[in-house]
């Protein structure tokens, strides 16, 4: 029986949706710990591609089930949509599909309040996905917020909403220069998507906890990455949550003892979308290089993501932080028009070396990246090579090199956006 969490290991958009679509099959609840309709997880198969942003990304590989866990924050109008969506593409999501009681509610105003607050930070604006999820989880730890399991009672939640709306509506008219909320017109706005999804709410830690009594197999599915983490990220630039392992734990009630693998996933090369520091960043040729190869716009937003070299450094902090025991690298066959590729060791920081991730951001920013160059493997192709031993011999040494470096193995090697463009490396 196999716990395993999937966890981003850089800035988000390592391609989790496509490694959790692999591996679901294998696990019999695939969960969602934290984040909201800020994640886009893409998953390519039988010529469909779908991108989703809250339901976990088994829902199409594995006959289990797919669980919102707690610590996910749940819009119910983007849930509403991508269980149609999901649905007319054939699969039945009713009595797999479950939400936990205890997850809060993303709410119209939540979005209000994330474009207003971005605005007014001008220049210092975090770049957020405008999806509502910072409020929410502010309005999560200040103890106002709504529970899924709150939506069953409709008259608690009309009374909640209208409270909350009379409460933000001056310092949205005086604080930010905005209009007015309206609580009737955001109850009736959510109606028809909290009807919808009523029947998917549930005590999803108890259910959880029973499966962990019959020795079930777990996937839990982070959204974002290790590096916009809440505490361990590039703060203030970080989503409001903890992508990091520890969060699985709090985001779905499954107890630190029980997890048993720890797998890491990061590209070949490194991307942001946002703003914030990113010290191997290629504002410049290169990186429009790796964004046309990469196709390296975002799943959600459609904006264009910065792009740069792998960094040692911060994948390495990564590791550490989340207790890796298992990392898997995507998009390999981005790299493959490269005659150079390069790698960021270390940094220096005011003439000093470093081998570490300062955590004030404004020392990120100014660190300048240390490189080792590799020769690339230009005119041999990695895309859709499905075994190790066919990969050019560079690529295995860019690979290994990669392994040696950190001491954990890379489990999956992906070769292109589809389930089938995988190397599985080692046993289960
Ligand atoms: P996630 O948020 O971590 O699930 O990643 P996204 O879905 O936002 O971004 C990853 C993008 O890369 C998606 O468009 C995937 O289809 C694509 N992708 C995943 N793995 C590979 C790979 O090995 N090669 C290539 N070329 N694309 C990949
Ligand atoms: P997946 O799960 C990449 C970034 C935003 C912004 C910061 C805060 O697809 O990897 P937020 O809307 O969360 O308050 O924005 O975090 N961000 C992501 N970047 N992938 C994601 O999710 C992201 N979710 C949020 O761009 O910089
Ligand atoms: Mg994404």
Same mark, same amino acid.
């Given at each position: 029986?196999?716990?395993?969490?999937?966890?981003?290991?850089?800035?988000?958009?390592?391609?989790?949706?496509?490694?959790?679509?692999?591996?679901?099959?294998?696990?019999?609840?695939?969960?969602?710990?934290?984040?909201?309709?800020?994640?886009?997880?893409?998953?390519?198969?039988?010529?469909?591609?779908?991108?989703?942003?809250?339901?976990?990304?088994?829902?199409?590989?594995?006959?289990?089930?797919?669980?919102?866990?707690?610590? %996910?924050?749940? &819009?119910?109008?983007?849930?509403?949509?991508?269980?149609?969506? %999901?649905?007319?593409?054939?699969?039945? %999501?009713?009595?797999?599909?479950?939400?936990? &009681?205890?997850?809060?509610?993303?709410?119209?105003?939540?979005?209000?309040? $994330?474009?207003?607050?971005?605005?007014?930070?001008?220049?210092?604006?975090?770049?957020?996905?405008?999806?509502?999820?910072?409020?929410?989880?502010?309005?999560?730890?200040?103890?106002? !917020?709504?529970?899924?399991? $709150?939506?069953?009672?409709?008259?608690? /939640?009309?009374?909640?909403?209208?409270?909350?709306?009379?409460?933000?509506?001056?310092?949205?008219? =005086? @604080?930010?220069?905005?209009?007015? @909320? $309206?609580?009737?017109?955001?109850?009736?706005?959510?109606?028809?998507?909290?009807?919808?999804?009523?029947?998917?709410?549930?005590?999803?830690?108890? +259910?959880?906890?029973?499966?962990?009594?019959?020795?079930?197999?777990?996937?839990?599915?982070?959204?974002?990455?290790?590096?916009?983490?809440?505490?361990?990220?590039?703060?203030?630039? %970080?989503?409001?949550?903890?992508?990091?392992? !520890?969060?699985?734990? /709090?985001?779905? !009630?499954?107890?630190?003892?029980?997890? =048993? *693998?720890?797998?890491?996933?990061?590209?070949?090369?490194?991307?942001?979308?946002?703003?914030?520091?990113?010290?191997?960043?290629?504002?410049?040729?290169?990186?429009?290089?790796?964004?046309?190869?990469? *196709?390296?716009?975002?799943? /959600?937003?459609?904006?264009?993501?910065?792009?740069?070299?792998?960094?040692?450094?911060?994948?390495?902090?990564?590791?550490?932080?989340?207790?890796?025991?298992?990392?898997?690298?995507?998009?390999? $066959?981005?790299?493959?028009?490269?005659?150079?590729?390069?790698?960021?060791?270390?940094?220096?920081?005011?003439?000093?070396?470093?081998?570490?991730?300062? @955590?004030?951001? &404004? &020392?990120?920013?100014?660190?300048?990246?240390?490189?080792?160059?590799?020769?690339?493997?230009?005119?041999?192709?990695?895309?859709?090579?499905?075994?190790?031993?066919?990969?050019?011999?560079?690529?295995?040494?860019?690979?290994?090199?990669?392994?040696?470096?950190?001491?954990?193995? +890379?489990? +999956?090697?992906?070769?292109?956006?589809?389930?089938?463009?995988?190397?599985?490396?080692?046993?289960?």
């Amino acid at each position: 029986m196999s716990i395993r969490v999937i966890v981003g290991a850089q800035w988000g958009d390592e391609g989790k949706g496509k490694i959790v679509d692999v591996l679901a099959k294998e696990a019999q609840h695939v969960i969602r710990y934290q984040g909201g309709a800020n994640a886009g997880h893409t998953l390519k198969f039988d010529d469909k591609e779908v991108v989703l942003h809250l339901i976990p990304s088994g829902i199409f590989s594995s006959s289990g089930t797919c669980i919102i866990g707690n610590g %996910v924050v749940v &819009d119910p109008i983007a849930l509403q949509e991508e269980i149609k969506t %999901v649905e007319a593409m054939g699969v039945e %999501v009713k009595d797999r599909l479950f939400i936990s &009681d205890a997850a809060h509610v993303i709410l119209p105003y939540h979005k209000v309040l $994330d474009k207003v607050k971005e605005t007014q930070r001008g220049k210092y604006a975090i770049g957020t996905t405008g999806r509502g999820i910072g409020p929410a989880y502010v309005s999560k730890v200040s103890r106002v !917020g709504l529970r899924m399991g $709150d939506l069953l009672y409709p008259e608690f /939640t009309k009374a909640k909403i209208r409270e909350v709306v009379d409460e933000m509506n001056p310092s949205l008219e =005086t @604080l930010y220069q905005s209009e007015r @909320l $309206d609580p009737e017109a955001i109850i009736a706005q959510v109606e028809d998507a909290v009807e919808a999804i009523k029947p998917y709410i549930r005590n999803t830690t108890h +259910f959880l906890h029973k499966a962990l009594r019959r020795q079930e197999s777990m996937l839990l599915e982070g959204a974002q990455g290790s590096m916009l983490d809440v505490d361990h990220g590039t703060y203030p630039f %970080v989503t409001s949550s903890s992508p990091t392992s !520890g969060g699985a734990c /709090t985001g779905s !009630g499954v107890p630190p003892t029980a997890l =048993t *693998h720890v797998m890491g996933i990061t590209k070949a090369y490194c991307t942001r979308v946002g703003n914030g520091p990113f010290p191997s960043e290629e504002d410049n040729e290169t990186g429009e290089a790796l964004r046309k190869a990469g *196709h390296e716009f975002g799943a /959600t937003t459609g904006r264009p993501r910065r792009c740069g070299w792998l960094d040692l450094v911060a994948l390495r902090y990564a590791v550490e932080l989340n207790g890796m025991n298992e990392l898997a690298l995507t998009k390999l $066959d981005v790299l493959d028009g490269f005659e150079t590729i390069k790698v960021c060791t270390a940094y220096r920081l005011d003439g000093k070396e470093i081998d570490f991730v300062p @955590l004030r951001a &404004d &020392d990120l920013s100014r660190v300048e990246p240390l490189y080792q160059e590799f020769t690339g493997w230009k005119g041999q192709t990695t895309r859709n090579v499905t075994q190790w031993d066919e990969l050019p011999e560079s690529a295995q040494t860019y690979v290994n090199w990669i392994e040696e470096q950190l001491g954990i193995w +890379f489990t +999956f090697v992906s070769t292109g956006p589809k389930r089938e463009e995988t190397i599985r490396r080692f046993s289960k």
